[in-house]
């Protein structure tokens, strides 16, 4: 017999997941060797983009009993949509997962604990930047304040789990936010999404993302009333605050020319260049076609040949880790690893599986830290072979979680993990 809850699962899958692109699949599984959650749950179908697209169109026509298997299926998918380049249907998984889980999260009972998380996480920290900063100074005032060392002295972080713990303890200083001289005008004027995390807790990296630029002869125009990108909340089941979001960021890029809007952080810019998808409207598309990443932008604007000038001196060995979606979504892996080989000094080393997910994906690292763990301890086996002196990554996510598998490996000693930006910004500075 049909339950209350798997009738209302049923039509939610109908209202909310869209058929026509359910049926692109052709289960011809060329996704399979390039999922992650696939390989390391030991090619368990339920866990790899084909099964699941296989359980979406079950739910929808009523074919499977909604249960937690069904729901921790769609849970532990890192939704780094590696699957999409390798699948030769065009099959939109990133769409199908984000209109999935916005279906789970309507028809399903919510706790009031839930509720209230989701409250302050979505419609406070990631929807309002002033809430986002006073966070985070906070977490600033907990670093110079001493309490930090206290905590960690008298263990009390030991009471926490093991994600939450780790991440603490790669935590980056927080440093102050500068305040910006007027720009005189140049021929070629930047917009710069600064973002929510990037501008606050990587301050640091985003001020010297506004330098390189300059030095490279742009304007760097920040507009004002931008928010969070939305991707956390569409990932998370959350998609009107999704689009609420992307059309508040639309309306803050759209009353002024720029040549491009550039952003520096890969999760946030495959979000917001899939703005034009997401809202439908001409505003968003052009937002969307104006976009481009860090890495892509300085390359065009000459920067590896600027760095390939500089003196020479014995750095060491450095490699790369793929964002996920600016490799999988955007297509940009090509630019970063041109500006690594350009940096004088360094010997640029590609790592295996260097496109493979580190396991961070957003907070899947705090919600499935199993998984992500069993992820990370893979990845830092590829690092291992190649040892180098830096790990540059493009992504505040893959950052913090590369920091923690090079603490839990014990290799701080020998190796940091750095954001593209900075470690270019401190070749030249």
């Given at each position: ?319 790369y880790q793929d964002s996920c979606h600016l490799r999988n979504v955007n297509k940009v892996w090509v630019e970063p690893r041109a500006l690594l080989q350009a940096t004088p000094g360094w010997e640029f080393k590609e790592m295996p599986n260097a496109a493979g997910c580190c396991g961070s994906a957003g907070i899947y690292n705090l919600l499935q830290p199993v998984v992500a763990g069993q992820i990370l301890e893979q990845k830092m086996k590829g690092v291992k072979a190649v040892t180098p002196a830096r790990v540059v ?37």
């Amino acid at each position: 017999m049909v339950n209350v809850l798997e009738q209302r699962m049923q039509q939610s899958f109908v209202d909310h997941v869209d058929e026509n692109l359910l049926m692109d699949c052709m289960r011809c599984g060329f996704c399979l060797p390039a999922c992650p959650t696939y390989l390391i749950t030991g090619q368990d179908e339920v866990h790899s983009p084909r099964g699941r697209i296989a359980l979406m169109k079950a739910v929808r026509d009523g074919e499977v009993k909604w249960d937690g298997s069904v729901e921790e299926a769609f849970d532990v998918c890192l939704g780094c949509r590696a699957c999409e380049p390798a699948c030769p249907a065009g099959v939109q998984y990133g769409t199908l997962l984000e209109e999935t889980r916005y279906a789970i999260q309507e028809a399903k009972p919510t706790s009031l604990k839930e509720k209230l998380i989701r409250k302050v996480a979505f419609d406070g920290l990631f929807a309002n930047q002033q809430i986002m900063q006073g966070t985070v100074k906070l977490i600033q005032f907990y670093q110079a304040s001493g309490i930090q060392k206290v905590t960690r002295k008298v263990g009390f972080m030991e009471l926490f789990p093991d994600s939450l713990r780790d991440m603490e303890t790669v935590l980056p200083k927080i440093v102050s936010k500068k305040t910006r001289q007027p720009q005189e005008k140049k021929q070629l004027r930047v917009a710069f999404f600064t973002g929510c995390l990037m501008e606050t807790m990587f301050q640091q990296t985003n001020q010297r993302t506004i330098e390189l630029l300059e030095y490279l002869g742009a304007e760097v125009i920040i507009p004002g009333g931008q928010a969070c990108c939305g991707a956390l909340h569409g990932h998370s089941g959350e998609l009107p605050k999704a689009k609420r979001n992307a059309v508040q960021n639309v309306n803050a890029f759209h009353h002024e020319d720029f040549d491009f809007i550039v952003q520096n952080a890969g999760g946030c810019g495959a979000f917001l260049s899939e703005y034009g998808k997401l809202l439908g409207s001409v505003e968003a598309q052009r937002f969307s076609e104006q976009l481009t990443d860090i890495s892509s932008l300085l390359v065009k604007l000459g920067l590896t040949e600027k760095i390939a000038q500089l003196p020479k001196k014995t750095e060491g060995v450095v490699t790369y880790q793929d964002s996920c979606h600016l490799r999988n979504v955007n297509k940009v892996w090509v630019e970063p690893r041109a500006l690594l080989q350009a940096t004088p000094g360094w010997e640029f080393k590609e790592m295996p599986n260097a496109a493979g997910c580190c396991g961070s994906a957003g907070i899947y690292n705090l919600l499935q830290p199993v998984v992500a763990g069993q992820i990370l301890e893979q990845k830092m086996k590829g690092v291992k072979a190649v040892t180098p002196a830096r790990v540059v990554t493009s992504n505040p996510g893959c950052l913090l979680q590369m920091k923690v598998g090079i603490e839990r490996e014990g290799l701080g000693a020998s190796m940091q993990a750095v954001h593209i930006v900075d470690f270019i910004y401190e070749t030249i500075f």
